[in-house]
């Protein structure tokens, strides 16, 4: 299929490219790197070869989230930024960019967003999850208070979240002790980030920005193939709604409030699971670049066994009317 949007796809900058050394083989990373680094050369040619006519770039994981010193955060936020939006600026017609956003202080966190958005004209904001601030055991996850005034500022912009994973805090890693493997994209991101996902739910977050929509990659981290157990107990009308602020059954806000991307979950079952949970509408297509294989990505995508109508939804038409993409691409 020509013309695919993809968004989940990622760069750095000098200040954060290290962070994506470990999930690489030592023989691997001088290209992993080099491909990290690029906007406009590599990246377009294997776009091209992809049938992905346009990419939504978002800075690497954990990057921001785990620069400790705010101030520090701030800056390399706002740098990062402004380097993507040179990037972009060469190339409208094939990129797009979310902002990485300096979570640590959130007044801060809101005026960047607004700054990337209003006067960068990006897309939306994506996030590494929680936000070490102070210490790598200080964390801070999306749904706490603070962070009410960016949230106000998100859902006044009308433009996207993307939740994007990162591996659990040093002190929360006891279950993968001794085990490495299941650290990182094999298991402890989406286990993570589904987590995250639905403290958002149930804060109340959505009752008070009903029309805020969250992106998971990888086919919901998990959370599609399980919400209605979890709806079933913790929903305010649960078995166990002990904490939950939110007045609605989570898979209620799932259903009105998130998009799920193929980043990096190649497998046709599950999109269709997640079709069937969440709506063809509501699924979009995405590669997880240069951390999984463009290629294989859009060779799958275009030879899965969904409906030619589904196939252009997800592959495009659900991408550009959530970002509002007419003209652009």
Request: proline content about 5%; hydrophobic content about 40%; glycine content about 8%.
């Amino acid at each position: 299929m020509d013309g695919k949007i993809a968004l989940e796809e990622h760069f750095a900058v000098d200040d954060t490219v290290g962070d994506s050394q470990e999930y690489f083989p030592a023989e691997e990373w001088p290209g992993k790197r080099r491909q990290l680094l690029d906007l406009l050369d590599e990246r377009l040619r294997r776009m091209d070869a992809c049938g992905i006519e346009y990419a939504i770039i978002s800075l690497n994981s954990p990057a921001i989230q785990a620069i400790h010193d705010v101030k520090r955060a701030v800056d390399v936020a706002r740098r990062a930024n402004d380097a993507l939006a040179d990037q972009v600026g060469r190339r409208p017609d094939r990129l797009g960019a979310f902002a990485a956003i300096p979570m640590q202080d959130p007044d801060a966190a809101a005026d960047e967003l607004s700054r990337a958005v209003a006067d960068l004209g990006f897309l939306g904001a994506l996030v590494n999850g929680f936000s070490q601030v102070g210490g790598a055991d200080e964390v801070v996850y999306c749904d706490d208070s603070r962070y009410r005034s960016f949230w106000a500022a998100m859902a006044g912009l009308e433009v996207p979240f993307y939740l994007h994973p990162r591996n659990p805090p040093p002190s929360q890693r006891q279950v993968y002790s001794g085990q490495p493997w299941l650290m990182g994209p094999a298991w402890a991101f989406a286990a993570e980030t589904g987590a995250h996902a639905l403290r958002l739910i149930g804060s109340g977050l959505f009752d008070e920005h009903p029309n805020l929509q969250v992106i998971l990659g990888h086919l919901g981290e998990g959370v599609a193939h399980y919400i209605w157990r979890t709806s079933h107990w913790a929903s305010a009308d649960g078995r166990n709604p002990a904490g939950v602020r939110a007045k609605r059954a989570f898979i209620d806000y799932f259903r009105a409030n998130f998009y799920l991307t193929t980043s990096g979950n190649f497998r046709t079952m599950a999109m269709r699971g997640a079709m069937d949970e969440i709506g063809g509408d509501r699924v979009l297509f995405s590669t997880d670049y240069p951390f999984e294989d463009m290629e294989e990505a859009a060779r799958w995508f275009d030879n899965a066994e969904i409906g030619d109508n589904d196939r252009l939804k997800i592959g495009r038409e659900n991408a550009r009317r959530l970002f509002k993409l007419a003209g652009r691409a």
